[in-house]
């Protein structure tokens, strides 16, 4: 399954939608030189203050810092927008830290107070995965145990990663022993032994979750296909149905193993070197690769079977329209369903036509709202060059972009 199907439940984030939240209030005294008294975001309630029908989403990485640093008129479009009581929210296939964490970094990056409502990364839908809280979870990718950390922060309460593993059974990996001290300062032991002659007091995985990019890849994949080999996901053991041809999948995931989720799509990101790298969506194709060479592949009908989140998919856009929603009338004084009339358009800014530009122009709203893609020449797209997926406008920063929208929306303050 290369997407996750459009009949999933959108999850739920597990955050603060409130203003007057205390987490959202804290942010006001790290913003440099801001009072304690001044309102988040200078709401006018007055009934003859204009209402915007239109919104923001914004990416990132490319968008609006490069790596770990701001672009340089990130601020002043932000600044803008909120100064207008113009919605936005995030929507970053990026991931890797806990939502609040995230948000404190990006805020205080940007020098705008930003709350955990409009905030949305790409494995902030693994908050919502209740069927697997209480099961064996195996959390792929991240620096050191951080993606760890944030899935404990979700509520998953049994949680193993390859580096645990390695630790505990260094022959499982040989090529990574020189990394072992490594490991060894952040792994745990395992809640199980590996022992494929006990199977029913062996390690079991009941989902593998790929939380950000993986960082020690030959590891990563050989863990995750261990796991997709054996029996009922029990580590050490191998499936007799592998091969099968009378199977679906030629034998292949038909012995229940775990599901694998991917939270990141992209191939491609744009950090501090001048050429974009790879990404989440390059691990998962060299494991795709890996896959093929085991199994035979397409020739023997045999396909990785996966769930994919994060742009483009149609789940990752309801799941942001939402929260876009919500934070509109919270900035608005329209706390009520229904309250103000649905949004005309949101402009979907992104650097990335593989996944932004893709993602805003194949969305459908169930509100009917008609998603605007904006490609901006900061990250990953190369200015000349034919774009993959064509937006709606391309222009050279955000503030552009912004500058743009406003005034296809004959909004009547200048930027």
Known sequence: MAALASTRRVPRLACCLSASCSRYQSLQPRIRGQPQTRRLLQIDASPRARVPEFAFAFDIDGVLVRSSDPLPRAHKALSYLQSQRIPFVFLTNGGGKHESERVEELSAKLDVPIATSMFVQSHTPFADMDEFKHKTVMVVGGDADKCRVVAERYGYTTVVTPGDILTAYPTVWPFSNHLLQNYVAFSRPLPAPIDPAS???????????????????????????????????????????????????????????????????????????????????????????????????????????KIVMGKPHQPTYEFAEKRLI??????????????????????????????????????????????????????????????????????????????????????????
């Open 199 to 305: 199977p029913s007091t062996s390690l079991k995985i009941d989902a593998v979750l790929v939380f950000n990019d993986p960082r020690d890849w030959g590891l990563d994949t050989q863990i995750i296909k261990d796991v997709l080999l054996s029996r009922n996901g029990i580590l050490g053991t191998l499936s007799p149905k592998n091969g099968d041809p009378s199977l679906p999948n030629n034998g292949y995931q038909q012995d229940g193993q775990p599901p694998l989720y991917f939270s990141n799509p992209d191939l491609l990101w744009a950090a501090k070197y001048h050429l974009p790298r790879l990404g989440q969506g390059g691990f998962r194709a060299a494991l795709e690769g890996v896959w093929t060479a085991l199994t035979g592949g397409a020739k023997q009908n045999v396909e990785l079977q």
């Open 326 to 415: 919500a934070h509109r009338r919270e900035i608005l004084g329209q706390r009520q369903e229904g309250a103000l009339a649905p949004l005309k358009r949101v402009y979907m800014v992104g650097d990335n036509p593989e996944s932004d530009i893709l993602g805003g122009n194949s969305y459908r709203s169930p509100h009917g709202t008609d998603w605007a893609s904006i490609l901006v020449q900061t990250g990953v797209y190369v200015e000349g060059t034919t774009p993959a997926h064509v937006p709606r406008k391309i222009v050279g920063d955000v503030w552009d972009a912004v500058s743009w929208a406003v005034a296809q929306e004959k909004w009547s303050a200048n930027p």
